[in-house]
T-cell receptor
Framework: DQQVKQNSPSLSVQEGRISILNCDYT??????FLWYKKYPAEGPTFLIS?????DKNEDGRFTVFLNKSAKHLSLHIVPSQPGDSAVYFC????????????FGTGTRLKVLA | GAGVSQSPRYKVAKRGQDVALRCDPI?????LFWYQQALGQGPEFLTY????????KSGLPSDRFFAERPEGSVSTLKIQRTQQEDSAVYLC?????????????FGPGTRLTVT
């Protein structure tokens, strides 16, 4: 049972345009969400997070939106750059007494120059 | 400062062999997490420690998997009698504190191939 889903395995975007990566979750106990970026042969690196008390968090070119009623979050990258080409994972954690992250399957973003 | 390091980076084991994977967290980080990432999938939680205490091992897939962190620093993930389905990248992450809002810093992973 996949509690965190990224339904688009890949996405291609022109340099300078907006990249929108989507993530859905099923567990209403999740209250903290994160996006990680992964380059080949490296571990994931933290990008941005959002708590369930917010619906938006911004950090430079990266913005995460959370729609709790739809159990959906999205990552917007504006403007997209070739260096953003990587696999993006969303992850979630809850308040059930454990601090593990539940990851989605990832979306491979390719930014075309 | 140094990030999370893992060794070996690559390991090939014959089915039935035991393997030990090492994780050196960022110095001073109290929390340490292990994840398993199969090809084309996201990381899947295995277990985590706060200092030397293993607080959650609900993700360990079988009793062939064992993790320890005896002195609250370096951790070892041991897999006994490896099977082909154990082939994956094993990721270690550490965090300065245990709790939401404290970023988990990942190492580069150990790619295990069981033949």
């Amino acid at each position: 049972d996949q509690q965190v889903k990224q339904n688009s395995p890949s996405l291609s975007v022109q340099e300078g345009r907006i990249s929108i990566l989507n993530c859905d979750y099923t567990n209403s106990m999740f209250d903290y969400f994160l996006w990680y970026k992964k380059y080949p042969a490296e571990g994931p690196t933290f990008l941005i997070s959002i708590s369930s008390i917010k619906d938006k968090n911004e950090d430079g070119r990266f913005t995460v939106f959370l729609n709790k009623s739809a159990k959906h979050l999205s990552l917007h990258i504006v403007p997209s750059q070739p260096g953003d080409s990587a696999v993006y994972f969303c992850a979630a954690s809850g308040t059930s007494g454990t601090y593990k992250y539940i990851f989605g399957t990832g979306t491979r973003l390719k930014v075309l120059a | 400062g140094a990030g999370v390091s893992q060794s070996p980076r690559y390991k090939v084991a014959k089915r039935g062999q035991d393997v030990a994977l090492r994780c050196d967290p960022i110095s001073g980080h109290v929390s340490l997490f292990w994840y398993q990432q199969a090809l084309g999938q996201g990381p899947e939680f295995l277990t985590y420690f706060q200092n030397e205490a293993q607080l959650d091992k609900s993700g360990l897939p079988s009793d062939r998997f064992f993790a320890e962190r005896p002195e609250g620093s370096v951790s070892t993930l041991k897999i006994q009698r490896t099977q082909q389905e154990d082939s994956a990248v094993y990721l270690c992450a550490s965090s300065s504190h245990l709790g939401q809002g404290y970023e988990q810093y990942f190492g580069p992973g150990t790619r295990l191939t069981v033949t």
